[in-house]
């Protein structure tokens, strides 16, 4: 059962409504502000559990996903990568955004930037 900690937690990232390929202010909106260390820990750990239950969706947990990637979160790969092995089309794409960017240790809108970057690069040449 969902606890109202995590469904609260669920309803910040929710209603940020933002596309975190482009831009991604939940950390800076949110995380940042929480004021100890103790906060901050449980919002990870949160995460983490929110992204192994099986109460989620699969395509609730592409946005959680990609917080951790924001939040540099990389006990998160694991989880992460047995999704997007789970998943297919659309959802697979964004678990892997995710999983690139936790490997990378960078959010998903600098990994998406990055590889943007570089194709027009190589389109110059």
Same mark, same amino acid.
């Given at each position: 059962?969902? &606890? ?7 309803? /910040?990232?929710?209603?940020? %409504?933002? !596309?975190?390929?482009? %831009?991604?202010?939940?950390? /800076? +909106? ?6 100890? @260390? ?5 919002? #990870? %750990? ?5 992204? @192994? ?5 699969? $395509? +609730? +947990? /592409?946005?959680? =996903?990609?917080?951790? =990637? !924001?939040?540099?979160?990389?006990? =998160?790969? #694991? ?7 789970? =998943? %297919? $089309? &659309?959802?697979?794409?964004?678990? /892997? ?7 990378? $240790? ?7 930037? !990055? ?6 690069? @190589?389109?110059? @040449?």
């Amino acid at each position: 059962m969902e &606890s109202e900690y995590e469904a609260n937690l669920w309803r /910040t990232i929710h209603g940020q %409504s933002y !596309d975190f390929c482009v %831009s991604s202010n939940w950390k /800076t +909106k949110y995380f940042d502000s929480l004021d100890s @260390e103790d906060e901050k820990d449980k919002v #990870r %750990s949160t995460l983490l559990k929110m992204l @192994e239950s099986t109460e989620y969706p699969m $395509g +609730k +947990k /592409t946005l959680i =996903a990609h917080v951790c =990637a !924001d939040l540099r979160i990389l006990e =998160a790969i #694991r989880p992460v990568e047995k999704l997007r092995n789970e =998943a %297919s $089309g &659309s959802l697979k794409y964004a678990f /892997t955004l995710s999983y690139e960017a936790l490997s990378r $240790g960078v959010s998903v809108p600098e990994l998406t930037r !990055d590889v943007w970057s570089k194709a027009i690069a @190589e389109c110059k @040449e």
